[in-house]
C-alpha cells in the first residue's frame, strides 16, 4: 500500500528527535534548526552503530536554547526526499526565525536511479529552490550546504573530490538566490587532505566488518558537525552566542544510537 505525502510527513515528523523544548521557562519560543538532508546527515539508531550522522553531533555545538530538528533521512537526494512529502513535514513545522539547512547530492549523482537522479545544473537546481522558496515563505532561513566529502585518495596520497559539478551547482543557486553558502565539501576535502589517508579512516566508518568511505563514526561527524558550525559564524547566520563548544573536545560518548522505532 502506497502512503500519501501526508501520511509521509506525518509519520516523518513523529520520528524526528529533538534536542530540546519549544518553549523557554518564560514562554518565549526557542529556535529551531532544521535538516533536510541524506545519510551523511541522518539521526543513526542502535542498529547502525558506530555510524554517525554530523546531524547528531551539531546540538552539542549550538547554545541550548537551540533545537535541531533533524529531517535527513538515508539513500535520500533533494528529488526524492521532495517526492516522499519531507520537505511537506519540515514546513508543517518550521517557523518564522527558524533555519532550515539543506545538503544534497550523495544520491542525487545516481543516474541509474530515475527516482532520485537530479541533473547539477538545473533539475538538482530546480529541487532547491523548492527548499528555498519553502522556507522563505513560512519567514524561515534557507541555508544551503555543499556536500560533504567521502574519503577519497589517489595513488599519490592526495585527496580527491567526488561530487562532480554539484557543488559548482549549488554554489551558483546560492549566489543567484543570494542565500547563505556552507562549502562543506571544500572545508572537508581540504580536512581529509590534512589528515592523510590512513588518519581519516579513523574518522569514517571502518570496522572490523566494514570499510565505509561515505559516513562517518562519532569523531567524523563531531568533525564535520564543527565545520557546518564555523560556516554557520562566518556566513553570520549565527552569532558567537549562539554557539558553544568550538574550541573544546566533546566527548565520544556524548554520541548515543536511539532504539529504531517499531
Known amino acids: 500500500m502506497s502512503l500519501s505525502r501526508r501520511q509521509v510527513a506525518g509519520a516523518a515528523l513523529a520520528a524526528i528527535p529533538l534536542t530540546a523544548g ?51 533521512v538515508n539513500g535520500r537526494s533533494s528529488r526524492s526526499f521532495f517526492d ?7 514546513l508543517e513545522a518550521i517557523a518564522p526565525g527558524d533555519l532550515l539547512l539543506i ?26 529552490r523548492l527548499y528555498v522558496d519553502g522556507a522563505r515563505a513560512r519567514g524561515a532561513r534557507p541555508v544551503l550546504a555543499t556536500a560533504v566529502e567521502r574519503r577519497r585518495f589517489d595513488a599519490a596520497g592526495n585527496a580527491v573530490p567526488s561530487h562532480g559539478e554539484y557543488p559548482a551547482a549549488i554554489r551558483a543557486l546560492a549566489g543567484r538566490e543570494g542565500v547563505a553558502l ?7 576535502l581540504a580536512l581529509w587532505q ?9 574518522y569514517f566508518n571502518w570496522t572490523a566488518t566494514e570499510q565505509d568511505n561515505t559516513h562517518f563514526n562519532p569523531p567524523g561527524a563531531i568533525a564535520v558537525a564543527r565545520l557546518v558550525v564555523r560556516e554557520l559564524l562566518r556566513t553570520r547566520v549565527l552569532a558567537p552566542r549562539d554557539v558553544r563548544r568550538l574550541e573544546e573536545e566533546i566527548p565520544e560518548e556524548w554520541i548515543t544510537w536511539p532504539e529504531p522505532a517499531a
Request: hydrophobic letters at 35%.
Open 182 to 188: 556552507l562549502d562543506v565539501q571544500a572545508l572537508s
Open 22 to 72: 519549544t518553549a523557554h521557562a518564560g514562554g518565549q519560543r526557542s529556535r529551531a534548526l532544521f535538516i533536510a538532508g541524506d545519510s551523511t546527515a541522518a539521526q543513526k539508531f542502535t542498529d547502525a552503530a558506530p555510524e554517525t550522522g554530523w546531524g547528531m553531533a551539531l546540538p552539542f555545538l549550538l547554545h541550548k536554547e537551540w533545537r535541531v530538528a533533524n529531517h535527513a
Open 103 to 128: 545538503q544534497f547530492a550523495h544520491n542525487d549523482e545516481k543516474k541509474d536511479d530515475p527516482a532520485r537522479y537530479t541533473e547539477p545544473w538545473t533539475t538538482y537546481q530546480e529541487h532547491l
Open 84 to 90: 516522499e512529502g519531507r520537505l511537506d513535514a519540515i
Open 194 to 202: 590534512e589528515l592523510g589517508a590512513e588518519e581519516t579512516k579513523r
